[in-house]
Structure formats: structure tokens, C-alpha cells
């Protein structure tokens, strides 16, 4: 059997056997991967809009973020969300095919909120 174990400071405690909680963020064992979801809402929300991208919200909805290998994986993503630095986009198709679901930085959310037709493209330097 292998023993998981989380730094003190983790945003997730063991709750049973595969699964691990915290107010925000859990994590369920799903074979030998773990399924990961955490509070957000639509980007989209407060435009009037809805997107396929998600930012933390500690009030907001359970989104499932995907599976990951390792739990210390999960608590960076969740980390980089609630601390604002990034945003759930999930998974879609674009020109190029099938894109999985994934954390992505201001940047990219800025190109996909062009993309989606909610913010203007920023002017040429």
C-alpha cells in the first residue's frame, strides 16, 4: 500500500480512504490517478457571458480540474487559483483539434477571451 502524505500547510486533509478535502479543493483517488476539483465560477459570469474558462471563487461551484498523478500536483494548481496567477480553461476544439482542459496564465486568458469574442484584441504596438 502507498502512503500519501501532504506538507503541513496543505489546503487538503484526508477524509476517508482516496480522498482528500479542504473547504475550496478535494481530490479522489481514481485509479492510480487522482480526480481534482476546486470552487470557481465562469469568467463569463460577470459580462453577461459564459465561457469554457474558470477563476476561483471560494463560493462558487465544484469544477473538476481533471486527474493528476500526484496530490502536490493538485495543491500547485489550486494554489496558482486562488492566489489569482491562474485560470481553468477546459477542455475544447480550436483550429488545430482537440485541446485537454488545463491551468493557464493571464496571457493565454486574455488570447482566449479575444478568441471567444468578450474583449477586444489589445492595440498593435
Excluded at 503541513?8 to 486533509?13: I, K, Q
Excluded at 479542504?22 to 470552487?39: F, P, T, Y
Excluded at 491551468?103 to 486574455?110: H, N, R, S, T
Aim: proline content about 6%; charged content about 25%.
Amino acid at each position: 500500500m502507498t502512503r500519501t502524505t501532504l506538507k503541513p500547510a496543505s489546503a487538503m486533509r484526508p477524509a476517508g480512504r482516496g480522498l482528500y478535502v479542504g473547504e475550496c479543493v478535494r481530490a479522489e483517488r481514481d485509479g492510480s490517478k487522482w480526480r481534482a476539483e476546486v470552487r470557481m465560477r465562469d469568467v463569463g459570469v460577470p459580462m453577461g457571458a459564459s465561457t469554457s474558462i474558470f477563476e476561483f471563487d471560494p463560493s462558487g461551484d465544484w469544477i473538476s480540474i481533471g486527474t493528476y498523478q500526484r496530490l502536490s500536483t493538485i495543491e500547485a494548481a489550486h494554489r496558482a487559483l486562488s492566489e489569482g496567477t491562474g485560470f481553468y480553461r477546459r477542455e475544447h476544439n480550436s483550429d488545430l483539434g482537440y485541446v485537454p482542459g488545463r491551468v493557464i496564465g493571464a496571457d493565454e486568458l486574455q488570447a482566449a477571451l479575444v478568441d471567444q469574442g468578450l474583449v477586444e484584441a489589445p492595440p498593435a504596438p
